[in-house]
């Protein structure tokens, strides 16, 4: 399963990015989706979420601004970036828990996209 993400670029503060994740390879069913993000210096952190029935949750400091969303029938995920913030600023990471045979599920990752908010 090979997951490969797009969108990432330089934008001023107030801008917005589009951020988008497709999914390929042997996939049976796709759980949850969502996009995880992380500064120099940083751990890495969970953004946003969305389960496979559509149910949605963020970190507090996005709340507002981006928006998550996905198509189960391409297999991606993205994520809106609205009223972008320098300290948006991060490798942006896509992940998905993939159920891969009928007894395998596990997480896979995306390369990671730079996202760069300038002030």
């Known amino acids: 399963v090979q997951l490969v993400e797009s969108g990432g670029g330089l934008v001023q503060a107030g801008g917005s990015l589009r951020l988008s994740c497709e999914a390929s390879?042997?996939?049976?069913?796709?759980?949850?989706m969502g996009w995880y993000r992380q500064a120099p210096g940083k751990q890495r952190e969970l953004v946003a979420v969305i389960t496979s029935g559509g149910s949605t949750n963020y970190v507090d400091s996005v709340k507002g601004r981006f928006t998550i969303s996905r198509d189960n029938a391409k297999n991606t995920v993205h994520l809106q970036m609205n009223s972008l913030k320098p300290e948006d600023t991060a490798v942006y990471y896509c992940?998905?828990?993939?159920?891969?045979?009928?007894?395998?599920?596990?997480?896979?990752w995306g390369q990671g996209t730079q996202v760069t908010v300038s002030s």
């Open positions: 390879g042997r996939i049976l069913s796709i759980n949850a």
């Open positions: 992940n998905a828990n993939v159920k891969t045979t009928f007894w395998v599920t596990r997480d896979y």
